[in-house]
């Protein structure tokens, strides 16, 4: 089971952290990604690490603001997002994966239940 938490409320320009933790199985051999959806629109690729390699992939929209990180010893993975736009708002949402390394959603086995990011201008 993913838990993702720490989104709320904030303005363009700020930054927020966005945990994923995992119960019920250990992440040391997975991949785990962030996706995103806006109202209206598809849910989309944010970033992604590979657990067991620390190889880091991010979509070019928030390339450079964005960091994805892993706590093996929490069973947590973060999304730091730095210099926030309101393009940014969406429910985000973690998955992870035994092995798919790509960017599409079908890859992914196991899912959190998502939490709100709203940036206001």
């Known amino acids: 089971q993913l838990q993702a938490s720490g989104g709320g409320l904030v303005q363009a320009g700020d930054s927020q952290r966005l945990s994923c933790a995992a119960s019920?199985?250990?992440?040391?051999?997975?991949?785990t990604a962030w996706f995103r959806q806006a109202p209206g629109k598809e849910r989309e690729f944010v970033a992604r690490?590979?657990?067991?390699?620390?190889?880091?992939s991010y979509a070019n929209s928030v390339a450079g603001r964005f960091t994805i990180s892993r706590d093996f010893a929490r069973n947590t993975v973060y999304l730091q997002m730095n210099s926030l736009k309101p393009e940014d708002t969406a429910v985000y949402y973690c998955?992870?994966?035994?092995?798919?390394?790509?960017?599409?959603?079908?890859?992914?086995?196991?899912w959190g239940q998502g939490t709100q990011v709203t940036v206001s201008s």
């Open positions: 690490i590979q657990w067991s390699t620390g190889i880091t």
């Open positions: 998955a992870a994966d035994h092995s798919y390394t790509g960017r599409s959603t079908g890859g992914y086995d196991y």
């Open positions: 019920g199985r250990r992440l040391g051999t997975y991949v």
